[in-house]
């Protein structure tokens, strides 16, 4: 029995497919592709699949993680050619590797925050404005004890670095936030305060584009 790890892309409306429901149809295609898959022990055997870091509702990922364990000595290359024909619509098989890093590693996430907008100028000029100042305060639901409340956070305290571009309609601000076990900023917050205050009609879609480790190497 050996690990491998699966990427993959979660793309157009299998972004509303909730993490949960992401693992069910997961489990099926794996068991579609006939691999010849390591099941766990006791009363009710399943395969064993585990995620990186769950993607947020909503949010499309370019490079998403998938680790499985498999019997036998089946290559790489051959688990990747009988995946990427069972996969539901809306995921793309990359690649299949070896694991490298432990997820635990991971320490920040690269997200494209997509705004269509009909002033880009404006909308641009806009989120300097916010990105540049002092504060940017949010609330984030965090705990208290037992209970969940919502808490105020300066989010520029945790924002790592931003880029931003345009084209035609479509402003990309590319963000770097904390992303892991210890601390794990949502992009959204930070997309929503900005439609909020730009006081414009603008649409938004994230896109996680990859997971880093705490030297800024990309997760593997």
Not at 70 to 86: Q, R, V, Y
Not at 113 to 125: A, G, M, Q, R, V
Not at 187 to 201: F, G, K, M, Y
């Amino acid at each position: 029995m050996r690990c491998v790890r699966v990427w993959f892309k979660k793309m157009g409306m299998s972004r509303y497919v909730s993490h949960l429901d992401l693992m069910r149809a997961m489990t099926r295609s794996v068991r579609r592709a006939g691999l010849p898959l390591w099941y766990t022990e006791g009363f009710n055997p399943h395969p064993y699949l585990t995620f990186a870091l769950p993607l947020s509702l909503g949010m499309e990922s370019l490079y998403e993680s998938m680790d499985i364990r498999i019997e036998g000595d089946s290559t790489n290359n051959e688990i990747f050619d009988l995946l990427k024909g069972a996969m539901p619509p809306g995921i793309e098989i990359v690649s299949v590797d070896d694991p490298v890093d432990d997820p635990k590693t991971i320490a920040f996430g690269e997200f494209d925050l997509l705004f269509d907008c009909d002033n880009t100028e404006k909308l641009i000029s806009s989120i300097e404005q916010m990105l540049s100042g002092e504060e940017l305060i949010v609330q984030k639901m965090g705990k208290q004890g037992r209970k969940k409340v919502l808490k105020d956070i300066n989010l520029l305290e945790f924002l790592h670095s931003y880029e931003i571009s345009h084209s035609s309609n479509r402003v990309k601000l590319t963000v770097v936030f904390p992303a892991g076990s210890t601390t794990n900023i949502n992009p959204t917050l930070l997309s929503d305060v900005i439609a909020e205050r730009s006081q414009e009609d603008i649409g938004c879609f994230v896109v996680r584009k990859r997971l880093m480790k705490a030297d800024m190497e990309n997760f593997r």
